[in-house]
């Protein structure tokens, strides 16, 4: 099993900045993609992805504002937010995909608010 801790998230002015971390442990493969996704009313959607090989993608809504890195040695996934919005506003959480077997573990979620 992998567990997913996810931690940074809080209230913040429009235009203000939270970093999102997210560390794994207990079985976590050598070989894993991380992805951070948010609930917005009706769905989990993508915010920013990050492959084993460092590829990133990110949602058309948050480009050129928000960053997605990782520390593998620490098992460990970075989302930077810059010039937040309200519309911003969620529920964001951390994802891990192993790809040998496939299989998906999420963490708890982490409240991210965006006052205007």
């Known amino acids: 099993q992998v567990q997913l801790a996810e931690s940074g998230g809080g209230l913040v002015q429009a235009g203000g900045s939270l970093r999102l971390s997210c560390a794994a442990s207990?079985?976590?493969?050598?070989?894993?993609?991380m992805g951070w996704y948010r609930q917005v009313p009706g769905k989990r959607e993508l915010v920013a992805f990050i492959?084993?090989?460092?590829?990133?993608n990110y949602a058309e809504s948050v480009k050129g504002r928000f960053t997605i890195s990782r520390d593998s040695t620490k098992n460990t996934a970075y989302l930077q937010m810059n010039s937040l919005k309200p519309e911003d506003t969620a529920v964001y959480y951390c994802?891990?995909?192993?790809?040998?077997?496939?299989?998906?573990?999420w963490g708890q979620g982490t409240q991210v608010t965006v006052s205007s």
């Open positions: 207990g079985s976590v493969s050598s070989i894993y993609d």
């Open positions: 492959t084993n090989g460092g590829m990133t």
């Open positions: 994802a891990l995909d192993h790809l040998f077997p496939k299989e998906r573990y």
